[in-house]
């Protein structure tokens, strides 16, 4: 089992910065990568980003690229996504997502574990 749980969501004006963090625990050296996603009113649940728990290396989707980090701590067992340059349309709530195979960075049905949430708000 893997339990996440996310913080530093909040209200933010467009062009502002916001820091997302994902505190995990449990079984952590059966994480093959971490996620974020996001879920917008009336809209499906989408990638953000992610990052392969050792080794690092990152994807981010094509609406992020350039604006947001994603980055983990490996000792403290926390994964960050830094959100630069926002806009209203990243209007969401961000959820944090543990993948134990790593065979579908993308895809959110590959995620086995998933935090409750937290609401990221870009006023324009």
């Known amino acids: 089992q893997v339990q996440l749980v996310e913080s530093g969501g909040g209200l933010v004006q467009a062009g502002g910065s916001l820091r997302l963090s994902c505190a995990a625990s449990g079984s952590i050296f059966s994480i093959n990568a971490m996620g974020w996603f996001r879920q917008a009113p009336g809209k499906e649940r989408e990638f953000v980003a992610a990052?392969?728990?050792?080794?690092?290396?990152?994807y981010y989707a094509d609406a992020v690229k350039g604006r947001f980090t994603i980055s983990r701590d490996y000792n403290k067992n926390m994964v960050y996504l830094e959100m630069c340059s926002l806009k209203p349309e990243d209007t969401a709530v961000y959820y944090c997502a543990a993948d134990l195979l790593g065979d579908g960075i993308a895809k959110s049905h590959a995620y086995d574990y998933w935090g409750q949430g937290t609401q990221v708000t870009v006023s324009s």
């Open positions: 990052i392969r728990w050792s080794g690092g290396i990152t």
